[in-house]
Each structure stands twice: as C-alpha cells, then as structure tokens.
T-cell receptor, first 113, second 113 residues
Framework: DGGITQSPKYLFRKEGQNVTLSCEQN?????MYWYRQDPGQGLRLIYY???????QKGDIAEGYSVSREKKESFPLTVTSAQKNPTAFYLC????????????FGSGTRLTVV | GNSVTQMEGPVTLSEEAFLTINCTYT??????LFWYVQYPGEGLQLLLK?????DKGSNKGFEATYRKETTSFHLEKGSVQVSDSAVYFC????????????FGRGTSLIVHP
C-alpha cells in the first residue's frame, strides 16, 4: 500500500547540533510539506515543495532547511539556529489540487536534551 | 485572508452521545472543505471532505455538510465511541495558487465509557 514514512519516530538532539528528519512517499505525489505541531497548538507550515528541485518557505522557516532532489523524498534539517526545536514534526504530501486532500506521515517527535 | 474557526475544546462526552464540532470559515473564493482526525501520537488522517456547496461528506459514521450560506462545515456523529477520542481539524483549500490548506486549531474530543 502507498503511504508516507517518517523516520525516526523519536529523536533526541543535543543543543548546537543539526539533525535531519526523513520523509519518504510512494504515492507519486508532486507536492510535499513539513509542519510543526506544539502541544495544544494547531499546525504551522515550515516548508513546502510542489516540484522536484524547488521548495518554498512556509510561515516558520527560520532555523530549518530542506531539499527535494527526488520526487519521493523531502528531508527536513533542524539546524542549531532553531531556538526552540522540541516539537512534533509532520510530513505530508498531496497531488497538489483543490480536492485531493493531504496524506500525512506518522510524525517524528524531536526533543532537545 | 482565509481562516478556519473551530470550537474550543476539549469536548467531553459519554459513549453513545451525539457529537457536534463546529467549524466556520472565511475564504476569498470557493474552497473545498475537509475534516482530519489525529489520534494520540500519530499523524493526521483524512476523515471526510466536500468540494462544493450542499455536498455531504461522510465516513465511519461521521458527517459534515458544506453550507455556503452560513460558511460552515460542522462535524456530526450520532453515537460516539471511546475509540473516537482524538483531535479533529477542520481545513479548507482554495482553487488556484499553491493549494496549501488553511487549518483550524483543532478540537479535542474525549469520550468516556
């Protein structure tokens, strides 16, 4: 079955380190997205990509970076410049239209120790 | 701008009670409307959708009707179960542009036996 795989499920990072969260999809979706979710909060868009080798900043891109070298993959790097990185990170994909909706991964919980 | 407003949670119900979670929207255009569900520690799953006025989306006993005149898309279920305990997100996507959803802040539902 097609879907989105995020790894790892849990990630611990020391302050000052960069970490990369993996997101892979086999749905043949053109568009992919990264969201951040904090306890009791809604979803905040970090970055999105609508086509390979192109991506756009979302609402809270500072301290994060992404790449889109393959259609299937959209990794997110949380850099040391991100002041408060502890959060639940969700990756999603879509065919990029008005009616298709999103498919979400199961998330990565990042904790800074 | 576009926005989605959901009722504040948590909504606490007894098993077999009737559920309504209110969702209203503001949009500069003609959106598609969605409900997503997030179980603890997981990503979001598409629950149901409606793409034009008066459409009714339904899935797993949940229903929502696209009401253009009241700009609403309220989620209902006739008899909730403990397993329905989750956070529910209302969202809209407009035609044209980037097709990035606008999400509500989510409404937590707690169902007691």
């Amino acid at each position: 079955d097609g879907g989105i795989t995020q790894s790892p499920k849990y990630l611990f990072r020391k302050e000052g380190q960069n970490v990369t969260l993996s997101c892979e999809q086999n749905l043949n979706h053109d568009a992919m997205y990264w969201y951040r979710q904090d306890p009791g909060q809604g979803l905040r868009l970090i970055y999105y990509s609508q086509i390979v080798n192109d991506f756009q900043k979302g609402d809270i891109a500072e301290g994060y970076s992404v790449s889109r070298e393959k259609k299937e993959s959209f990794p997110l790097t949380v850099t040391s410049a991100q002041k408060n990185p502890t959060a639940f990170y969700l990756c999603a994909s879509s065919i990029g239209d008005r009616v298709g909706g999103y498919t979400f991964g199961s998330g990565t919980r990042l904790t800074v120790v | 701008g576009n926005s989605v407003t959901q009722m504040e949670g948590p909504v606490t119900l007894s098993e077999e009670a009737f559920l309504t979670i209110n969702c209203t929207y503001t949009a500069t255009g003609y959106p598609s409307l969605f409900w997503y569900v997030q179980y603890p520690g997981e990503g979001l799953q598409l629950l149901l959708k409606a793409t034009k006025a008066d459409d009714k989306g339904s899935n797993k006993g949940f229903e929502a009707t696209y009401r253009k005149e009241t700009t609403s898309f309220h989620l209902e279920k006739g008899s909730v179960q403990v397993s329905d305990s989750a956070v529910y997100f209302c969202a809209l996507i407009l035609s044209g542009g980037s097709y990035i959803p606008t999400f509500g802040r989510g409404t937590s539902l707690i169902v007691h036996p």
